[in-house]
């Protein structure tokens, strides 16, 4: 199995431009999660979706982040437009959700991006 | 919502000495506590976890212990190795089908001296 699979792995971009983070969950994992990483806030969740359905998007920052999750192996994220504050690490991670046993969240590699 | 705080944010051992990382969490239905461990520029990646139906759980050198009644979770590394060097992140979860949202503390950056 190759895991979570993010793309791009770094993103530079400039301010202003639109930004879009790809991630293709584990086979047969039916709840995915992205987070963001910074120095100052630490592993923030931003959305998860179950069954490609979002549960809870209570941390996305605002309007300009979007999420969508048109099949089991397919999400991304959204930035539009990106502003420097925007500039993290983000991660993908998922899980099989069929029974409390199954609890381990596999992160992907991450998107370092920077935003100029 | 559920609220986790770490302790200590930095923590410095000497080699082979032991290091404890402290969590407490706020929402009493809580009943999974991972704990991740994250090296520099890689993924977190889960190293141990505990339910609320046990006080303690042990994989070799790590160990966790859940206290409950006072809310509260530890992680503890014995005879500390070099590779230990890395950031840990302390979480808490209600585990119920369909919510597997995790609420990740702040972290702590281990450094093993040699």
């Known amino acids: 199995d190759a895991g979570v699979i993010q793309s791009p792995r770094h993103e530079v971009t400039e301010m202003g431009q639109e930004v879009t983070l790809r991630c293709k969950p584990i086979s047969g994992h039916n709840s995915l999660f992205w987070y963001r990483q910074t120095m100052m806030r630490g592993l923030e969740l931003l959305i998860y979706?179950?069954?490609?359905?979002?549960?809870?998007d209570s941390g996305m920052p605002e309007d300009r982040f979007s999420a969508k999750m048109p099949n089991a192996s397919f999400s991304t994220l959204k930035i539009q437009p990106s502003e420097p504050r925007d500039s993290a690490v983000y991660f993908c991670?998922?899980?099989?959700?069929?029974?409390?046993?199954?609890?381990?969240?596999?992160f992907g590699p991450g998107t370092r991006l920077t935003v100029l | 919502g559920e609220n986790v705080e770490q302790h200590p944010s930095t923590l410095s051992v000497q080699e082979g000495d032991s290091a404890v990382i402290k969590c407490t969490y706020s929402d009493s239905a809580s009943n999974y506590f991972p704990w991740y461990k994250q090296e520099l520029g890689k993924r977190p990646q889960l190293i141990i976890d505990?339910?609320?139906?046990?006080g303690e759980k042990k994989d070799q050198r790590i160990a966790v212990t859940l206290n409950k009644t006072a809310k509260h979770f530890s992680l503890h590394i014995t005879e500390t190795q070099p590779e230990d060097s890395a950031v840990y992140f302390c979480a808490a979860r209600q585990s119920n089908f369909g919510n597997e949202k995790l609420t990740f503390g702040t972290g702590t950056r281990l450094t093993i001296i040699p």
């Open positions: 991670a998922s899980i099989l959700d069929i029974s409390p046993a199954y609890n381990e969240q596999f």
């Open positions: 505990i339910r609320s139906n046990v």
């Open positions: 979706f179950n069954n490609n359905v979002p549960i809870d």
